[in-house]
């Protein structure tokens, strides 16, 4: 850094040049590092799927363009908003007990889910990852958002297919592509007297009788490996050697390649009708 003057006499000639020079290297390698490490931030966080937002006294600092994407609102709406404004009012005590003990550096979870509210009304469940720095120089909180309303969707369809699946009267088996059995229901079981413990495992051809044709297996295995539906009857046999009628439907489990990965069997006990 130079620093420099003239001197001139009364009728304006110069006479000398004054000056000083500051060695400043250590500052320009500190700002060089500080401008980059800021690029680099905004690099990283303007190009991002995840939602960061940094907050101070629960207002918002910073917010990236991927939290205005999951919430709707615009960053600059969102800067004059505080930060419990978008999360859900079931979830917002919560969140701002624990956004509040964090800035005072007290032990909270730095992980954990919660519902936020998007601008048009709309609840999304979100992954939040809470962490606290210095900002602008005051202590400040800082959080990633990650939105897992997907995720959420699935495992609560994944719950009420098993529900349906366990407590469907229908008789229900999962077998893998050797046709061993993975899983019965509790209609399995009530219908032919066998537990769960005692089929796992087993193929379930324990159950046949010599009444059902051993053409109707052979069309059943062919449809099914033609990736296909097969519907029919059989005549089984109980744990206690009754003899029983099935209208089964059996069909394969597919993955996003469509390819079979499992069998899936819903049976119905049509004992009473054939009698009648």
């Not at 000639?13 to 500051?22: A, E, M, S, T």
């Not at 500052?27 to 937002?53: M, P, Q, Y």
């Amino acid at each position: 850094l130079e620093n420099a003057y003239s001197e001139f006499d009364e009728e304006g000639n110069l006479v000398q040049i004054q000056g000083y020079l500051i060695d400043i290297t250590q500052r320009v390698v500190a700002e060089e590092k500080l401008k980059h490490s800021e690029n680099l931030f905004r690099t990283l966080t303007e190009n991002t799927s995840v939602g960061i937002v940094i907050y101070n006294k629960e207002k918002f600092l910073y917010v990236n363009p991927a939290t205005s994407r999951i919430t709707g609102f615009s960053i600059e709406e969102m800067k004059k908003m505080f930060f419990w404004e978008i999360v859900h009012p079931l979830d917002r005590e919560l969140v701002k007990k624990r956004g509040r003990r964090r800035i005072n550096r007290q032990s909270v979870p730095k992980n954990y889910q919660f519902r936020l509210l998007t601008k048009n009304g709309e609840t999304r469940w979100i992954d939040y990852t809470a962490g606290y720095l210095r900002f602008e120089g005051e202590d400040a909180g800082i959080g990633s958002i990650h939105d897992i309303t997907k995720e959420k969707q699935a495992i609560e369809e994944i719950k009420l297919l098993s529900m349906v699946v366990s407590q469907s009267p229908l008789s229900v088996m999962i077998t893998d592509l050797d046709a061993k059995i993975e899983y019965v229901n509790d209609s399995f079981t009530r219908i032919t007297g066998y537990s769960s413990r005692e089929v796992l495992g087993q193929n379930p051809r324990f159950l046949q009788s010599d009444k059902t044709s051993r053409r109707v297996y052979n069309i059943l295995w062919d449809t099914l490996q033609k990736g296909k539906t097969w519907r029919g009857e059989f005549i089984n046999k109980r744990k206690n050697g009754e003899i029983y009628y099935e209208y089964a439907v059996i069909a394969p489990i597919k993955n996003d390649q469509g390819k079979t990965r499992r069998y899936i069997g819903m049976k119905e006990d049509i004992t009473p009708r054939k009698r009648l």
